[in-house]
T-cell receptor, first 111, second 112 residues
Framework: EAQVTQNPRYLITVTGKKLTVTCSQN?????MSWYRQDPGLGLRQIYY???????DKGDVPEGYKVSRKEKRNFPLILESPSPNQTSLYFC??????????FGPGTRLTVT | LAKTTQPISMDSYEGQEVNITCSHN???????ITWYQQFPSQGPRFIIQ???TKVTNEVASLFIPADRKSSTLSLPRVSLSDTAVYYC?????????????FGQGTELSVKP
C-alpha cells in the first residue's frame, strides 16, 4: 500500500531535549516536505527536499533541521525544542511537489 | 511571495453545489493551484490541481480565470461526508525548488 508514515504519532517532551520525528514513504517520490499546522494559522511549510541531499527552507524553518540521505526518508529534527514548537506536524511526499501524499501527523507537545 | 486567502467557513445542504474561492493575487507565472481536503485527525488529501482555465475530475472542478489571481473549487451535489476543511495551495516549483503556501482553510459544513 502506497503510504507516508510518521513516527511517533504523539510526543510529549520538555524544553531543550533534542528529538527527531521520522518520515518514510514507499512511493519512490523525489519530493518530500514537512508542515506544521496550528489553529488560526493553517498549514505552513517548514522544509522541503527536491531529492536526495537537496533540502531547502520553507516558510517557517527556524528551530528545525532536516536531512535527506535516502530517497524514502526525511526526518525532522528539533535540536532544542521550545513550547512554541508545540504543534501538529505533517510529512508529505510527491513526484514534483504537486499532488502530495500526506502522512497521518505527529502531535508534539513541548512543556 | 504568493499569499492565499479563502473564506473561513461555509454552510451548505446535501445535494447542493458548493463553490469555494481562493484568492492569490501575487501568484507567480509558473505557480500551480492545488486543492486539498482535510478531515479531523487526518492529513490533507489531494482533490484537484490546475494551472489555468477549467479542470475537472471525478470529484470536483477547478475554475481559474485568465488573470489567475483567484481559483474556485466546485463540489457538485455535496453529501454529509463532504463536511471537512478545504485548503487551496499555491505552488512554485522549478528545477531550483520553491515554496508552497496554503490558504487558511475553509470549513465546509454540509447539513441534511
Amino acid at each position: 500500500e502506497a503510504q507516508v508514515t510518521q513516527n511517533p504519532r504523539y510526543l510529549i517532551t520538555v524544553t531543550g531535549k533534542k528529538l527527531t520525528v521520522t518520515c518514510s514513504q514507499n512511493m519512490n517520490h523525489e519530493y518530500m516536505s514537512w508542515y506544521r499546522q496550528d489553529p488560526g494559522l493553517g498549514l505552513r511549510q517548514i522544509y522541503y527536499s527536491m531529492n536526495v541531499e537537496v533540502t531547502d527552507k520553507g516558510d517557517v524553518p527556524e528551530g528545525y533541521k532536516v536531512s535527506r540521505k535516502e530517497k524514502r526518508n526525511f526526518p525532522l529534527i528539533l535540536e532544542s525544542p521550545s513550547p512554541n514548537q508545540t504543534s501538529l506536524y505533517f510529512c508529505a511526499s510527491s513526484w514534483t511537489g504537486d499532488e502530495q501524499y500526506f502522512g497521518p501527523g505527529t502531535r508534539l507537545t513541548v512543556t | 511571495l504568493a499569499k492565499t486567502t479563502q473564506p473561513i467557513s461555509m454552510d451548505s445542504y446535501e445535494g447542493q453545489e458548493v463553490n469555494i474561492t481562493c484568492s492569490h493575487n501575487n501568484i507567480a507565472t509558473n505557480d500551480y493551484i492545488t486543492w486539498y481536503q482535510q478531515f479531523p485527525s487526518q492529513g490533507p488529501r489531494f482533490i484537484i490541481q490546475g494551472y489555468k482555465t477549467k479542470v475537472t475530475n471525478e470529484v470536483a472542478s477547478l475554475f481559474i480565470p485568465a488573470d489567475r489571481k483567484s481559483s474556485t473549487l466546485s463540489l457538485p451535489r455535496v453529501s454529509l461526508s463532504d463536511t471537512a476543511v478545504y485548503y487551496c495551495l499555491v505552488g512554485f516549483v522549478d528545477n531550483q525548488g520553491g515554496k508552497l503556501i496554503f490558504g487558511q482553510g475553509t470549513e465546509l459544513s454540509v447539513k441534511p
